[in-house]
């Protein structure tokens, strides 16, 4: 929140200008009046108890009428597990990038990927590079790791109490077995660690989740492991939580890249020179400059890892396809790296430490979200490796893309044609806007 | 990607039982296969071009209808500066946490708040949390600074070069200024920064945006720039780029914090300890030793800022309003603390330095999104620092509203009955799960 | 290097007073003048060796005598394993804190801790938190886990290549041990660790090394795993180093929390309010404000951990001790955390996950490194675990008596008097200062 | 302290071998035995008062005299302003890398590096890597910025009492540096930055402190300002700490590159293969594979900044030169980079933003120091600049020589070599040492 000091004072004195001290004073103060209605209903989905709701936010017919169109209406019941004070939904628009050519473990053949966004020139930029990945006879992914975790936290009085109770819980790895597995038909402990810090014990359990990704399956299991020490343990903590915000659930840290957390993926290719040229307008070399320079200004930033637009495609892809929006925040982690081989083509690699994904459980059910999963052709049980598979191959071809776009200058182009104005300065549309109509694909470029 | 080798052993077995090593082997080889079809048709959004996209996907009809409903058909001109591909639309169920009341600067009074999402328990507990803030009073949230950065980046061959370059540059801001503002009627260019690495050399441009959240807006007024550098700059970068991965765009960095980058905000609350207790089941005491291990279990692993579950509501806000869902990668990034006054009642606040958010441009002018601006009473111009505010606001809500959670032990509890089994192992539904049907808001919980 | 423009300009009007812009050019040119003589005799320690580099130096006779005094040339042959182009030695003032009362694992008892330091007031604050420590009986010290590691890293064609070797290398693992120990009597090969990125694999050996810091015998060992891969490996890297950056050496990072490096400890003590008060005059509250605050700060400028100064007591205590100074950069990363307890005492506790500490071998044997050792009563084999419970302890005491320092008022004062004006304006010395000429320790302060 | 469960378990058996969990939690408990005897005579340095202590102490005599040698104590007066409880000196040995031929703004011509360490090899790679930029006519070093900073916290009770703070600080610049510059007749106020988090604010305030490191002089300016605060805002804080640990003070941190933290130094280099491969024998391209693969290895673990060994470089000439060691952890942070040219050249640059160097104060006017810094030509005033692109030209000399040594091979042996099997394995000499008695420089290789 640093800020320089000329700035504060420009800002204050532009606030200054339409109220006195005093009133933006009283703006800032609690204000205990009457409070407007508590939306009615809790998780109910009747089109009663959504008729309430709608009653209470008073709003026009048209901004009803767009979140609760008719079919949403008819639908509303398969959100059950979903929402609560359901109101009707947003529709996030869809476009397809593709096909994108995965030679994985567990992904194989042409993908054809669902993404949401409402971000002019993203899919554009995505299907580029899918297209490109795919004339080279697709990128190899390698899934490497995969698990969820879930850290309580228990504070003791002293760190002698710590060392007593550690005494004890590592003797109980199969009783927490026991524990955590009665709770799940799929989830399976299969690693501890323990993290002390002074009074405070961290353990880290890492659970395998099957196809879901498993964040309320490992948090139900952790729970169960947590009763079993508040009973059998010989010396209680004075206080402890099932999660003590060390498994870095929905946030990015650099503990993605030294444990298990989601699952651990990295794709790569080589493309020749003449390709390159061909469809990102780029040589190798330029590439490579541009990686580099790119690379530092990651680290003299403080980020973690180093990458171009991970959230884009990732963000694209999870809203699509019923993932947890909310882990992009995590998922969004890794290092790209490309390089000019012996042979001078670009080999260019993506490593994702932290993809938390699944294609079971959460939104995967929801009908849009199914229907993605089912272009993808990855829905339902027995997909969630390959499904990460894809993940990280799409994010390659996303960071193939936009660098091209960068090393050739057509970066700022493709946002103002695909854009046309309306993103950058809602409203101006330039004349030449109507060539992108013909629907070229050939030279639209890409998204940051 | 740090992985023990016990592990890879065990993953590798798995693999070996069903394939041979040279099977695996030529699953990641690239394969020369002929190509599936590309998507025809570009941004095109004709019904035409949307029926030969659906027949190169050869989807079920199901399939097809869930993502092409009627009204999506209807609407689909209205995606056209927001979408490639388009094929449709996905449908993520809104529902609404508040009241909020809010005492800020910008935001004044109650807010009913949509949040798009598809995980369970995430609306109760950000309502609950919401309700909590609005019964004492409401929060404070007070905007600090604002603005937008695009940071190209210039490789001269030595540093002397680079020093010949900035003596130049540091002369031309009223050049600057008049280049970058001749694109755009909104944006402001408000200052510059200047960072040498070796013979590199990036200039951190910072904008005033205005109710856009301005990412494009930046990217075609640095182009400008840029285009006044190389014909006028007496000398002349090797290469250059208009972005250089420094301005932090779609990633954590711990530069948020520390320069201008989207909207800074704070938000901050007092509660007496009967409402804490009456509500969340908790003390305040028993909130700040939740804080204060979760606050050293995020320094343990890395994380950048301390902070609980912004990604949560951030990215559920993000998504019904039509801000750009990538985002969430950097705003979810902050600091939040809580303290127990010398009254023994509870502080608390969130620190936001890096919400980039709109209510004009991006996505917020779809029909559904911008039925949910206005259902928060914040749709156009006048009202992103409004906006920026209530999302401050609504992560202190989830933050007291989780960490209550978890200090109670309801944490666990909430999130069995409201996803009832089916997130966390598919299928099975407990008998007591009946009781949440009562649509009882008191006893929610929360959602990480 | 972010620098404000305006800070810029400033500069480089300043530089351009004195100098034309031509003239700063030249002076940053290569320049190939003849090149002044080298250092005569590499290794060499004779007298002879030793004068001729003087004559090449061509220092007055009081430089010389400052740095090659009497003693130093009679004992120079004791140097000849810890440096090259020997000249002489600097002299590094010792002063001693404590007694300062451990109990812990290996250490029991009470030490005094030699720190050798030019900076004022050092020393005299860790004594002063030392003595506070064993008022109350000392601090409980728990050495938790240890190991050094080592990270060769490996550059395949492809990840197919990569999978190959990992499906190899995991197998080898008695081998490896095998290898690495047969050249060490005192390292022992515990465990290891695969991280994969593209076509690059490191490999993290962890080592148990006895009493000696261990980085060099770690080296040498996976040199010799190195040598066995090289010569067995059924697929050949394109290119390998014995280490990859990847474990950590000489520099802060992340890891040092997640994984083995060097000796993990934690120290904590509970300090009753009439006793802080009667020492630090601040009271438990005070010392916990303080604290959160500056948690948040290291927090808001994305520090690793969370600590006050620990560098300054680590920094003395380790070139006192000879131990490797440059360790400094990594050692000195941790968490402190204060609390208030039930009883209305401080509870204080630090964590350090890295030290890298030993008492045999590096620098420990030289005269007046091992005689500070001995001081300690920590010189030789079996004693490296105490000590690093030591080092814990004390910088305990650092944190407790500077933190008591900023809030009670001191910080500034026990700077301005112990420094007396050199430092911070060499010269002026205030007339107030002779008091602390009388020596009394009750009320020195603190440093930073 | 993340460790995995199985080597907790490892662990704790060892210790319960030799003693049952009775006996160590004994030893963990508080102990209040009669305290030994404290260090008498404060800051006094008469032999009286050092014989005092060293009676204390009850030290053999060969313990005493290696630390209170002849010279010390004659000279022990000299130490008065730099250490309290004195009994003597450490002695740590010096060589000179060098020449070094530095073209930078402030260093013009060839430099002897004293460098003080007791790690084998380290003297002799920083020697080759002089030799090595020399050979080629000297790198180019560039001084960017400078400045000290100190952050004082203030807590207020709300936001909104913050907001009126800021209104009055903005305002009171004139008086602030006033304030400040009263107390210092170097240290000038340069800009002044503002934090707000919740209802704390940090002001971060900015000086030049002339050829100090000034971390003194920026404290005593800073509590004046303070003062001044206190006595004239019209809002007065519940509490404020003089520094608020977000000035980055002796750690490692990510606002080092972000803002204004000691001096800010670029060095570059440009080194034609022949040479390279003579002196190194290294080819560009392996240099450059090298530093890819670690700069990825260094992001992976999480380092702030990417690079080899600077805290080597650094700690040793911060040592031999009387810099405070202490800054070595928030000094030893930056970037390396290295490129093949388009000329097949190697391109080499360091960036360090974080240089806290002076050359009076501190410990530079103490005798041995003193010396060293004429040996340098660079003692007293004028110098700091100077020192401080020596300091980042020497840190480009490490890199090379690592990085040459680690892609030769030659990196284990040489450190083999040097330290002889002592420091590896204390004891052991292999035959073919004796050929680095014959003191041949060429072959000498480097060291982490």
């Known amino acids: 929140m640093s800020t320089h000091y000329r700035h504060v004072s420009t800002y204050l004195e532009q606030l200054l200008r339409s109220h006195t001290v005093q009133e933006l004073e009283d703006r800032l103060q609690p204000k205990l009046t009457p409070s407007p209605a508590r939306m009615p209903g809790g998780s109910r989905l009747t089109p009663e108890a959504i008729a309430r709701r709608w009653q209470v936010l008073n709003a026009a017919p048209d901004t009803q009428s767009a979140v609760l169109d008719p079919q ?30 995965v030679n994985g473990l567990f992904a194989q053949g042409s993908y054809y990927v669902p993404l949401a966004t409402t971000e002019a020139a993203l899919v554009a930029s995505y299907n580029r590079g899918a297209q490109l990945l795919t004339e080279v006879g697709g990128c190899t992914a390698l899934l490497m790791n995969e698990g969820v975790s879930r850290a309580p ?17 590592i003797a109980q790895q199969e009783a927490f077995k026991y524990a955590a597995e009665s709770t799940t038909r799929y989830g399976k402990l299969t690693d501890m660690r323990i993290t002390v810090e002074g009074n405070h014990v961290y353990l880290d359990f890492q659970f395998n989740t099957g196809d879901a990704a498993g964040q309320n399956m490992v948090t139900i299991a952790t ?25 870095g659930d929905k946030k990015a840290s650099a503990q993605s890249f030294l444990s298990v957390r989601g699952k651990k993926v990295t794709a790569e290719v080589t493309i020749p020179t003449t390709v390159l040229q061909k469809r990102l307008h780029a040589t190798p070399a330029q590439m490579v400059e541009y990686w580099r320079m790119s690379a530092i200004g990651g680290t003299l930033t403080g980020t973690i890892g180093v990458q171009g637009h991970y959230a884009n495609g990732l963000a694209a892809l999870y809203i699509a ?33 932290n993809l938390i994904v699944g294609t079971v459980g959460g939104g995967t059910g929801l009908p849009s979200q199914q229907a993605c999963l089912e272009i993808l052709g990855l829905a339902g049980t027995g997909n969630a490796r390959a499904f990460a598979e894809v993940c990280a191959s799409l994010l390659l071809a996303g960071e193939l893309s936009i660098i091209g776009a960068l090393c050739s200058g057509e970066f700022t182009r ?19 806007e109507r060539l992108s109509e013909q629907g070229d694909e050939g030279d639209y470029a890409s998204h940051a």
């Open 72 to 101: 949403t209406l008819v639908q509303a019941e398969c959100y059950r597990r979903n929402i609560e004070n359901f109101i009707g939904t947003v529709k996030i628009p869809v476009g397809i990038a593709g096909p994108l050519q």
């Open 153 to 169: 936290g228990f504070a003791f009085r002293t760190v002698t109490e710590v060392g007593k109770f550690m005494l004890w819980a």
């Open 223 to 247: 729970q169960a492991i947590c009763d079993y020490i508040r009973e059998h343990s010989p010396i209680q903590p004075q206080h402890w939580f099932v999660e003590a915000n060390l498994s």
């Open 321 to 353: 396809c019923g993932q947890d929006a909310a882990c992009v925040a995590e998922s969004a982690v890794g290092v790209t790296r490309f390089e000019v081989t012996p042979a001078d083509e670009l080999y260019a690699a993506v490593t994702l430490p």
């Open 414 to 432: 493709a946002h103002q044609r695909l854009a046309r104005g309306k993103i950058s300065d809602h409203g101006q549309v330039s004349g030449h």
